[in-house]
């Protein structure tokens, strides 16, 4: 078995075809590995897939500007504007294809859901997808021991 990802910090043991939660917007081919893995995952009526590298607070994204790239990391006001002007996002809940937003210890979820004002389906732990478009949510690829969790917009929560 060779090195597989980890969300782009370095690698994990196990198999190279299988893919952990790095931004759909990398052009350095983790990315466009996770787009290409986004696609065959089962899609959830009512709900858009984001795709991108996570944490229990916020997420990144590597950018190619005038032929330089450079990683940055967007809040949940920052993603929910980039959202909001993207033509593929058609209004309505949102499922997070990234590792740990979703983790109790963090708050990026429920302020996406709260900015948005549509639930947040995101995963609590790092986010495997295989090449069939199964999903592990664990610490490894092989421990599927954590889960979605539903992030609902609260009421006169601070966005």
Avoid at 112 to 131: E, Q, Y
Avoid at 147 to 152: A, E, L, Q, S, T
Wanted: aromatic residues 6%; glycine residues 14%; hydrophobic residues 30%.
């Amino acid at each position: 078995m060779g090195a597989g990802y980890h969300g782009g910090f370095g690698a994990t043991k196990g198999s190279r075809r299988v893919i952990v939660a790095d931004s759909s917007l990398v052009g350095n081919g983790r990315g466009f590995q996770l787009k290409e893995a986004a696609k065959r995952v089962k899609k959830i009526e009512g709900y858009t897939d984001v795709a991108v590298h996570g944490s229990p607070d916020s997420i990144s994204v590597m950018i190619n500007k005038n032929g330089t790239e450079r990683k940055i990391t967007l809040d949940h006001r920052r993603l929910a504007k980039f959202l909001k002007s993207d033509e593929g996002y058609k209004k309505g809940n949102i499922r997070l294809l990234s590792c740990r937003t979703g983790s109790e210890t963090g708050t990026f979820a429920q302020n996406l859901a709260n900015k948005m004002g549509v639930t947040v389906r995101a995963p609590s732990d790092t986010l495997f997808i295989f090449p069939n478009g199964k999903m592990v949510i664990g610490p490894d690829m092989r421990t599927n021991s954590g889960r979605w969790i539903d992030y609902h917009p609260r009421k006169g929560a601070k966005e």
